[in-house]
C-alpha cells in the first residue's frame, strides 16, 4: 500500500503549537492596503487560532489523525 502524502497546501498554511492546537495567518493582508486602518493591518499580522470545528478537517489533510 502506497504512503499517504498531507495535503501541500495544508502544510503550507498551517503550523501545529506545542499544545495540539493549529495555528493560522489572517486573510486580507495581501493588497488593497491604503484603506485598511493601522490598527486593523497590524492584527492582520498576528497568528490566530483554527476554530475547534475546524481542527478535524485540517489534521486529516495534514494526516495527523
Do not use: C, W, Y
Amino acid at each position: 500500500m502506497p504512503k499517504q502524502k498531507t495535503k501541500s497546501s495544508a502544510k503550507k498554511r498551517f503550523k501545529l503549537t506545542g499544545t495540539g492546537k493549529i495555528k493560522r495567518k489572517h486573510a486580507f493582508k495581501s493588497h488593497i492596503l491604503t484603506k485598511k486602518s493601522k490598527k486593523r493591518k497590524k492584527a492582520l499580522t498576528k497568528m490566530a487560532l483554527v476554530h475547534e470545528a475546524d481542527e478535524n478537517n485540517i489534521k486529516q489533510m495534514l494526516r495527523l489523525k
